[in-house]
T-cell receptor, first 120, second 111 residues
């Protein structure tokens, strides 16, 4: 089973509809992220959460909201979808701070398989 | 100037060739450097990471960092069609810090 699971994998919706994308992880990581990926624009960070009580906006949060229901669950909502939100959406997790060798990165991100969203 | 720049490609090379993928960056404080591989319709997966300068080798893959030039490279030896993917560089200042991703280079290995 995948360590980072995103549902649904594909979604087609209409302009103005509310939609929720869900992410769950079994890696035991504290930090979770939502990105969108568009051709030519790369990965852009929408929101991130360092723990259940910590939610932060990324570079493109307008039109999106998130909920961190538990350490393992982080959902992304589009309150009123618009066509330019058509994209590939990824959830990711990372371990977060810790002790030990400074040469060992703690921010390596592990991605889900993505949700392909089309807004008509 | 963008923090991380990466040629989008596509880069097409024949099977068996040595592939060189590169990124440049502007922030001299970056210390952690990563390469992710993303197959079509999949999420990015970590391929390699290095701390500070120098080379790191893993099988057919070598990651190289030149901090004086603010330039990182990923070399793939004996390239295979299964290496066809998009390769994203990524970097951060501290080991807990936000990662900055390049936009990715699409690579095609021709049989």
């Amino acid at each position: 089973d995948a360590d980072v699971t995103q549902t649904p994998r594909n979604r087609i919706t209409k302009t103005g509809k509310r939609i929720m994308l869900e992410c769950s992880q079994t890696k035991g990581h504290d930090r979770m992220y939502w990105y969108r990926q568009d051709p030519g624009l790369g990965l852009r960070l929408i929101y991130y959460s360092f723990d259940v009580k910590d939610i932060n906006k990324g570079e493109i949060s307008d039109g999106y909201s998130v909920s961190r229901q538990a350490q393992a669950k982080f959902s992304l909502s589009l309150e009123s979808a618009i066509p330019n939100q058509t994209a590939l959406y990824f959830c990711a997790t990372s371990e977060g701070p810790g002790q030990g060798d400074l040469a060992v990165a703690k921010n390596i991100q592990y991605f889900g398989a993505g949700t392909r969203l089309s807004v008509l | 100037q963008k923090e991380v720049e990466q040629d989008p490609g596509p880069l097409s090379v024949p099977e068996g060739a040595i592939v060189s993928l590169n990124c440049t960056y502007s922030n001299s404080a970056f210390q952690y450097f990563m390469w992710y591989r993303q197959y079509s319709r999949k999420g990015p997966e970590l391929l390699m990471y290095t701390y500070s300068s120098g080379n790191k080798e893993d099988g057919r893959f070598t990651a190289q960092v030149d901090k004086s030039s603010k330039y990182i490279s990923l070399f793939i030896r004996d390239s295979q069609p299964s290496d066809s993917a998009t390769y994203l560089c990524a970097m951060s200042v501290g080991r807990d810090d936000k990662i900055i991703f390049g936009k990715g280079t699409r690579l095609h290995i021709l049989p």
